[in-house]
């Protein structure tokens, strides 16, 4: 069942992208899907596997393997590789561990767009799946390594000659970007508890140094939570106009950017799944609503 006015918008988060895990696999077994999908980080990877109909694989991906001595840990930022793994993650568990299914993905009709950051401008850029289809699955997996490439945390990643970072830190919610696109009306899911404002992130003078090569980047850190709370704001505008619907964290959320602990990850997901199940109901009427406008 494809809804034909509706996009999809996903937050990043890290490891909280388990919660999107969930309340996505809740939709799938109602079958429900969009036209459009657009993410940022984890909320591209999430899209992605979504979109590729691969209920549960983002659960793996988060849960199952995140343990794996090959996935993160400061091991691997000490040889030069960044907290994760990106050829692990990018390479070695869609391609040989966890397969990611390229064919549906680029079959499916539906609109896909992983959100980066360029570099030298600090602005985001989204990349759509139709651009893989002349440039191989290695183009698919390049681009969902950038939108999840944090400074520090991991090296920028070369796309046809620019340099790219996480999408988060250029546009944390496309909304604005799937409005642009045509989309009036919009699903969109968060990784936050509702009430939540981002504060200004404090760094450190090793960050600082590092992004002077970076001015543009660094410049859009130091006013992300500006540009973040007033996304925030206008999606709880346009959900109270009905324009969109929102899945959040209704329980207290716990889990870190950056955590390992199997247990809370696993309760995460099955948070994400069992609130998203509690209001299939209220969903569905929202869906018929926009149907008949």
């Given at each position: 069942?494809?809804?034909?006015?509706?996009?999809?918008?996903l937050?990043?988060?890290?490891?909280?992208g388990?919660?999107t895990?969930?309340?996505?696999?809740?939709?799938?077994?109602?079958?429900?899907?969009?036209?459009?999908?657009?993410?940022?980080?984890a909320?591209?990877?999430?899209?992605a596997?979504?979109?590729?109909?691969?209920?549960e694989?983002?659960?793996?991906?988060?849960v199952?393997?995140?343990?794996?001595?090959?996935?993160?840990?400061?091991?691997?930022?000490?040889?030069?590789?960044g907290?994760?793994?990106?050829?692990?993650?990018?390479?070695?568990?869609?391609?040989k561990?966890?397969?990611?299914?390229?064919?549906?993905?680029?079959?499916?009709?539906?609109?896909?767009?992983?959100?980066?950051?360029?570099?030298?401008?600090?602005?985001?850029?989204?990349?759509?799946?139709?651009?893989?289809?002349?440039?191989?699955?290695?183009?698919?997996?390049?681009v969902?390594?950038?939108?999840?490439?944090?400074?520090?945390?991991?090296?920028?990643?070369?796309?046809?000659?620019?340099?790219?970072?996480?999408?988060?830190i250029?546009?944390?919610?496309?909304?604005?970007?799937?409005?642009?696109d045509?989309?009036?009306?919009?699903?969109?899911?968060?990784?936050?508890n509702?009430?939540?404002?981002?504060?200004?992130?404090?760094?450190?003078?090793?960050?600082?140094?590092?992004?002077?090569?970076?001015p543009?980047?660094?410049?859009?850190?130091?006013?992300?939570?500006?540009?973040?709370?007033n996304?925030?704001?206008?999606?709880?505008?346009?959900?109270?106009k009905?324009?969109?619907?929102?899945?959040?964290?209704?329980?207290?959320?716990k889990?870190?950017?950056?955590?390992?602990?199997?247990?809370?990850?696993?309760?995460l997901?099955?948070?994400?799944?069992?609130?998203?199940?509690?209001?299939?109901?209220?969903?569905?009427?929202?869906?018929?609503?926009?149907?008949?406008?």
């Amino acid at each position: 069942m494809k809804h034909n006015k509706v996009g999809l918008v996903l937050e990043g988060g890290g490891m909280r992208g388990v919660y999107t895990s969930g309340v996505l696999d809740a939709l799938m077994d109602e079958n429900i899907k969009f036209p459009y999908v657009i993410g940022v980080s984890a909320g591209a990877n999430n899209g992605a596997s979504f979109v590729a109909e691969q209920r549960e694989r983002n659960k793996k991906v988060f849960v199952d393997y995140v343990r794996h001595k090959d996935y993160s840990g400061f091991k691997h930022w000490i040889v030069g590789n960044g907290y994760f793994n990106m050829d692990f993650l990018f390479n070695t568990l869609p391609n040989k561990l966890v397969p990611f299914d390229y064919e549906t993905f680029l079959n499916s009709k539906t609109i896909f767009k992983a959100c980066v950051t360029d570099c030298i401008t600090g602005k985001s850029v989204c990349f759509e799946k139709s651009q893989a289809k002349n440039n191989g699955n290695e183009f698919i997996n390049k681009v969902l390594r950038a939108s999840s490439s944090l400074p520090i945390l991991a090296k920028p990643v070369k796309i046809k000659g620019r340099l790219y970072f996480d999408g988060g830190i250029s546009d944390s919610i496309p909304i604005d970007k799937s409005i642009e696109d045509g989309n009036k009306y919009n699903v969109i899911i968060l990784t936050r508890n509702e009430g939540y404002r981002k504060e200004k992130q404090a760094l450190g003078i090793c960050t600082r140094h590092y992004l002077k090569r970076y001015p543009k980047v660094l410049h859009a850190i130091e006013t992300r939570h500006i540009k973040y709370n007033n996304t925030l704001d206008k999606i709880e505008d346009l959900e109270d106009k009905g324009f969109t619907y929102v899945f959040r964290p209704i329980k207290e959320i716990k889990v870190e950017r950056l955590e390992k602990n199997i247990d809370r990850l696993n309760q995460l997901y099955e948070q994400g799944y069992k609130e998203a199940t509690s209001q299939k109901e209220n969903f569905k009427k929202w869906l018929g609503n926009i149907i008949n406008d």
